[in-house]
T-cell receptor, first 113, second 114 residues
Framework: GENVEQHPSTLSVQEGDSAVIKCTYSDSASNYFPWYKQELGKRPQLIIDIRSNVGEKKDQRIAVTLNKTAKHFSLHITETQPEDSAVYFCAAYYSFGNEKLTFGTGTRLTIIP | DAGVTQSPTHLIKTRGQQVTLRCSPKSGHDTVSWYQQALGQGPQFIFQYYEEEERQRGNFPDRFSGHQFPNYSSELNVNALLLGDSALYLC?????????????FGDGTRLSIL
């Protein structure tokens, strides 16, 4: 089955700097890669997603890149703000056979004012 | 536009008991997926319901079962509860469109087993 690894597990950056979170997936048949933000005690919130036919997608301060050959995808947050502090999860959707969304183990991002 | 709603918010049970969790999908969505999120971990896929049938299933025992109703709402049932079943149970809804579709989560039900 699909396996998603996420790094780092914790990340602290100064306010205004950029943050990068990286994920790798195991199955080349995966074709959809969403990112979720989960604040303490709240629901995971979809912040951006990318499909396998696209290499990069951007939404204001957030961008996601996908390297299908290396089976890597990354979340980039620029000009970080205190409200960006949360746990971020990447996920990969395997679409052949047992279709399901597999999540990474999460990255706790802390923005230092 | 109502988002995904789940009930109850919190639940305390003892080992061996049975529990039912409920989920109403986001307006316009017809597919419901259930996840288990242990503390400090990512959500783990339990199963997905579409057209009132279980369409996909993750690596969870038969003690975990579900149902989807004609109005697309769903229930998750867990029998013979174990201490290890303590977790946040999340429901996510999406619109079936063939292939992967964005999933929107509810606030979850925090289940504690004593």
């Amino acid at each position: 089955g699909e396996n998603v690894e996420q790094h780092p597990s914790t990340l602290s950056v100064q306010e205004g700097d950029s943050a990068v979170i990286k994920c790798t997936y195991s199955d080349s048949a995966s074709n959809y890669f969403p990112w979720y933000k989960q604040e303490l005690g709240k629901r995971p919130q979809l912040i951006i997603d990318i499909r396998s036919n696209v290499g990069e997608k951007k939404d204001q301060r957030i961008a996601v890149t996908l390297n299908k050959t290396a089976k890597h995808f990354s979340l980039h947050i620029t000009e970080t703000q205190p409200e960006d502090s949360a746990v971020y999860f990447c996920a990969a959707y395997y679409s052949f056979g047992n279709e399901k969304l597999t999540f990474g183990t999460g990255t706790r991002l802390t923005i230092i004012p | 536009d109502a988002g995904v709603t789940q009930s109850p918010t919190h639940l305390i049970k003892t080992r061996g008991q049975q529990v039912t969790l409920r989920c109403s999908p986001k307006s316009g969505h017809d597919t419901v997926s259930w996840y288990q999120q242990a503390l400090g971990q990512g959500p783990q896929f339990i199963f997905q319901y579409y057209e009132e049938e279980e369409r996909q299933r993750g690596n969870f025992p038969d003690r975990f079962s579900g149902h989807q109703f004609p109005n697309y709402s769903s229930e998750l049932n867990v029998n013979a509860l174990l201490l290890g079943d303590s977790a946040l149970y999340l429901c996510a809804s999406s619109l079936d469109g063939g292939g992967a579709q964005p999933q929107h989560f509810g606030d979850g039900t925090r289940l504690s087993i004593l």
